[in-house]
């Protein structure tokens, strides 16, 4: 398998990801995702990233099997507070991180922050912000 940076031929497939994310949640807690608002928010997605990847303050990974893309993360890079630790405003925002069902378990998700904590780090970046599902929380431990 082969991980790289995303481009704007995996914004489609990212936005899917996104999307997948937000349903298998629900579906956790016996919901179901309206599938117009789900909708909307892959839309929403799509144009988020097609306008930020380009201009680089969101940064996308992939992993692909083959032709097969089966494990997607990104950061979008924001401007916050300076800290006593942190004098740097920019901050990265770790998001919509999603591994297909059948390559669960093959720590894909800890290549892909692997790769982002990389990219902060080059860029000096020191915080990395993530708000975790219940189902992702082991992996950022």
Same mark, same amino acid.
């Given at each position: 398998?082969?991980?790289?940076?995303?481009?704007?031929?995996?914004?489609?497939?990212?936005?899917?990801?996104?999307?997948?994310?937000?349903?298998?949640?629900?579906?956790?807690?016996?919901?179901?995702?309206?599938?117009?608002?789900?909708?909307?928010?892959?839309?929403?997605?799509?144009?988020? =990233?097609?306008? *930020? #990847?380009?201009?680089?303050?969101?940064?996308?990974?992939?992993? +692909?099997?083959? !032709?097969?893309?089966?494990?997607?993360?990104?950061?979008?890079?924001?401007?916050?507070?300076?800290?006593?630790?942190?004098?740097?405003?920019?901050?990265?925002?770790?998001?919509?991180?999603?591994?297909?069902?059948?390559?669960?378990?093959?720590? =894909?998700?800890? *290549? #892909?922050?692997?790769?982002?904590?990389?990219?902060?780090?080059? +860029?000096?970046? !020191?915080?990395?912000?993530?708000?975790?599902?219940?189902?992702?929380?082991?992996?950022?431990?």
């Amino acid at each position: 398998m082969n991980i790289s940076e995303a481009t704007r031929d995996d914004i489609e497939q990212l936005a899917i990801h996104h999307r997948k994310i937000f349903e298998e949640i629900w579906e956790k807690k016996s919901l179901k995702l309206d599938a117009a608002k789900a909708q909307e928010m892959e839309k929403a997605y799509t144009d988020k =990233l097609e306008k *930020q #990847i380009p201009g680089g303050s969101c940064k996308a990974w992939v992993v +692909n099997n083959g !032709n097969q893309l089966v494990a997607s993360g990104a950061i979008s890079i924001v401007s916050y507070v300076p800290v006593p630790s942190d004098p740097n405003h920019n901050i990265a925002f770790l998001h919509s991180m999603y591994t297909e069902k059948e390559f669960r378990g093959r720590h =894909l998700a800890q *290549q #892909i922050i692997k790769k982002a904590i990389q990219y902060c780090k080059e +860029n000096g970046i !020191n915080r990395i912000i993530l708000n975790a599902s219940d189902a992702g929380k082991p992996i950022y431990i």
